[in-house]
């Protein structure tokens, strides 16, 4: 690219910034260096609670997006979340806490965050302006029909979000197009749109506010209730959570006690017999079988308590 040619690219995104809602200016806001702390923390507190009404806006279709996604999954289809900056950062969060929340393969939901795993830290240089970088980092997943990608992007602009839709489409995947301005090239890339305005930031441009906000609450709509979906829970229980370390061992047996009022030596007795596996566990305890047999029960029920339940009675 030559010197002009630069000089006009800039000029360009120049433009394009100021025409979009989450880069706008607010006068209004032009002084809040000179108030009280306390006076401060109320002003982008009442800023924050504007995110959950407009994500609100936005749950038909999420839920369409998420009713969608389901079935590849259920059919050994991969979730991928595919963003810059901080919009990658909180796909690679969403990602890494599906494991031990509800005991998934941590190739199953996928983080991608242009410039890899370095940009989790620290700014990696031109990595969200590449199309280029997204193909390939798509293609070392080999992406394929049964999987769904969401591209995530305050603007809706962002290059390697954009290029990450646009390929993962062309490979057959589900895309979905997260966004927080309308009319955006990154939905518009996507079988699904999810366009959430949260309207100008605190900090002008700080999409890590407002814009994050409801990026991490669609996002937490999208995995927790595809999991819910997947038999990952029984009722508002998280029965498939993997026990690391003490604490979710300790919270196995609470989660085991809440399901089946057993007394504490019988759940105990339930947890060594099924390797720590709280719904094994709970339906050793409910269904009166035993390990091998709740194991054969939940694999023939694709791994829903509630429906293997329904055998033992």
Known sequence: MTAAEAAAAASNLRATLETLTTEAFRPDLA???????????????????????AVAAQLPRI???????????????????????????????DASECPPTFNTDPATVVGLIAGGP??????????????????ADLDALSLGPE??????????????????VEHARALGALTIGLACNTGSPLAAAAHHRIEVVVGPELLTGSTRLKAGTAQKLVLNL???????????????????????????????HR??????????????????????????AILVLLGGVDAPEAARLLTAAHGHLRAALTHTR
Do not use: C, F, Q
């Not at 603007?155 to 990450?164: D, I, K, L, N, Q």
């Not at 038999?231 to 959570?241: A, C």
């Not at 085991?256 to 099924?274: M, Q």
């Open 118 to 135: 370095t940009a989790l830290t620290r700014a990696v240089e031109g990595a969200e302006d590449s199309a280029e970088l997204a193909r």
């Open 255 to 280: 989660i085991v006690a809440l399901a089946t009022g057993a007394p504490d030596e019988e759940i105990e007795a339930a947890l060594t017999a099924t390797g720590g596996e709280v719904k094994h």
């Open 222 to 252: 999208i995995s927790t209730i595809t999991m819910i979906r997947l038999g990952k829970t029984y009722g508002n229980l998280m029965v498939d959570l993997r026990s690391t370390n003490d604490k979710l061992r300790a919270r196995a």
């Open 147 to 164: 999987d769904t990608l969401i591209g995530i992007s305050a603007s809706g602009r962002t290059p390697y979000a954009v290029g990450a």
């Open 63 to 93: 839920a369409d997006a998420i009713d969608a996604l389901t079935p590849r999954m259920a059919r050994g289809g991969r979730l991928v979340y595919a963003g810059a900056g901080t919009a990658g950062r909180l796909g690679v969060l």
């Open 31 to 53: 002084e809040i260096d000179k108030l009280p702390t306390l006076a401060l923390a109320r002003t982008m507190n009442a800023e924050d609670a504007t995110v959950p009404p």
